[in-house]
């Protein structure tokens, strides 16, 4: 029932997939108790759907539960404890409580560095999220020799051509691209898909998301036609493999209609924002934080079309669903306060414009 509940999850199904990661729960605590070991691993399952759709106000309580009990009934050192802390860590990292997330990925760190060894996968991982948080927060100089580090012995212990060696290349390279290292940055982006063709296959979820990867840096350097066959093979063998409304399918439609919006293609790139968002409520629900992203860009689209009255509405309400869902403090929602306030400025600067050219004309009438 949980492997079932799994597969409906990462197809998208959030319908079919809830009510057995809740029925697994309820009959887990029924017949093997509350503290059971898998009892606490249908919570901390629960706990990541929610987390998966956003509904974060779901998810907390269950993540602070699970860790309570992991430690209490298995200990502070062993494994399933430390997931449960990784995931209540995650859970904040998400919300943009990186004060919050930090300790808690040291300590995971710490622990399974102790308890697990160095070179264990487990740590290797707890190593990558920590590098994540510091690439977060800008911290850039403490993020890469921990993903040069975790690169360098997850090719060690698990092979060059290893799933998680093939992630950790592409967050090296992520983190080359954020700080403007394009040709760092390109060679392990294409190695990554290289690498991710011949091991997982044309068609994989993970080789996907890697040309994602490779479209989203030619796009930075603007090679635009280079991206755009990306985005589109990317879109259609995302279509193929995960469904039409499947959010890895929704993030390349964005993509495709940010690169056109990207070149000033806004009679492309519109009716592409305008499906993703509908798509996404539809999908994911009015608040999960990639809704809200769709509103965002649909909103910033408008506001560069002059269509400031489309705009405004849809600026106002990112902001207040941020505010409720990810809390006042997000970086998503300081970047939507901006936007509203950049949004308010053009207004009032268009209608400056719209003023003086409007005077022109009648000097030029009463001149003539």
Known sequence: M??????????????????????????RKKVLGEVHPDTLMSKNNLAQFFYSQGKYEAAEPLCEETLRLSKKVLGEEHPNTFTSMKNLAEFFYSQGKYEAAEPLYKETLRLRKKVLGEEHPNTLTSMSYLATLFYSQGKYEAAEPLYKETLRLTKKVLGEEHPDTLRSMNNLAALFKRQGKYEAAEPLYKETLRL?????????PDTLTSMSNLAILFNSQGKYDAAELLDEETLRLRKKVLGEVHPDTLMSMNNLAALFYGQGKYD???????????LSKKVLGEEHPNTL????????LFDSQGKYEAAEPLYKETLRLRKKVLGEEHPDTLRSMNNLRIDSGTKQWGALKASWRAFRTTIGSRNS
């Open 293 to 300: 992203s769709y509103m965002s860009n649909l909103a910033i």
């Open 2 to 27: 949980n492997n079932l509940a799994d597969i409906f999850g990462s197809q998208g199904k959030y319908k079919e997939a809830e009510p057995l990661h809740k029925e697994t729960l309820r009959l």
């Open 268 to 278: 492309a790139a519109e009716p592409l924002y305008k499906e993703t968002l509908r």
């Open 196 to 204: 991710s063709k011949k091991v997982l296959g044309e068609e994989h």
